[in-house]
């Protein structure tokens, strides 16, 4: 066997090894933590929408801490399963679909979040402001509205993979792309001569 054939059926074992790391390694799920979507209203309108409303000074020191990152972390941030709070639900695609064909709608709406009044140290919550602009008058339905808006944060919870962008998926892309790379120039220095 010359030098070409062994480097060429290497490289060919390699790609075939390579090709199997994302089978022996999946990515993990992960818990996602989103105060993307908003809520308007009083507690009252918002559990008659299926909401589940939650004081700050409720949460357990892992749900207070959660929140608080979520929001530092322009409002999503992700851990790994297990580490979430016990008082959110981390439904995954399936049981989310489950849940709205058995009309429990309630079960994938997000968690609202009573802010203290004064805001205590939190960051700003992450709510559009539909309140009046500086310096213009406003309804008094207006400005309980927007201070009610502030005061009220959602935060969706679920269970899902990290994004293509994740450390974890771009190991497998790139172990991909290697298998892929080895095998076509193991295949060439195998079939030429």
């Known amino acids: 066997m010359n030098r070409r054939n062994a480097v060429g059926t290497a490289l060919v074992v390699l790609a ?8 022996v390694f999946p990515v993990q799920a ?29 949460l357990s020191a892992r749900g207070q801490e959660l929140y608080r990152t979520t929001l530092e972390n322009d409002g999503e941030y992700r851990v790994p399963v297990g580490e979430g709070a016990p ?11 489950q849940a709205f064909e058995n009309d429990n709608v309630s079960a994938v709406r997000a968690v609202v979040i009573e802010r203290p009044e004064d805001g205590g140290d939190l960051p700003p919550a992450d709510e559009p402001n539909f309140g009046p602009r500086p310096g213009e008058n406003a309804s008094e339905e207006e400005q309980r509205r927007a201070e009610t808006t502030q005061r009220y944060d959602a935060m969706a919870t679920a269970t899902s993979e990290p ?3 994740a450390t974890p998926q771009l190991i497998r892309l ?17 079939s030429s001569k």
Do not use: K, W
């Not at 008082?87 to 679909?97: G, I, V």
């Not at 790139?174 to 195998?190: E, K, N, R, T």
């Open 30 to 58: 992960m818990l996602v933590h989103d105060t993307g979507s908003y809520a308007t209203g009083t507690p009252e309108e918002l559990r008659e929408e299926g909401h589940e409303v939650i004081a700050y000074e409720n």
């Open 87 to 97: 008082e959110f639900s981390y439904l995954n695609a399936t049981e989310r679909r």
């Open 163 to 165: 994004p293509l962008g």
């Open 174 to 190: 790139a172990s991909v792309l290697l298998a892929v790379l080895s095998m076509g120039v193991g295949g060439y220095l195998l």
């Open 16 to 23: 075939a090894v390579l090709f199997t790391v994302p089978a």
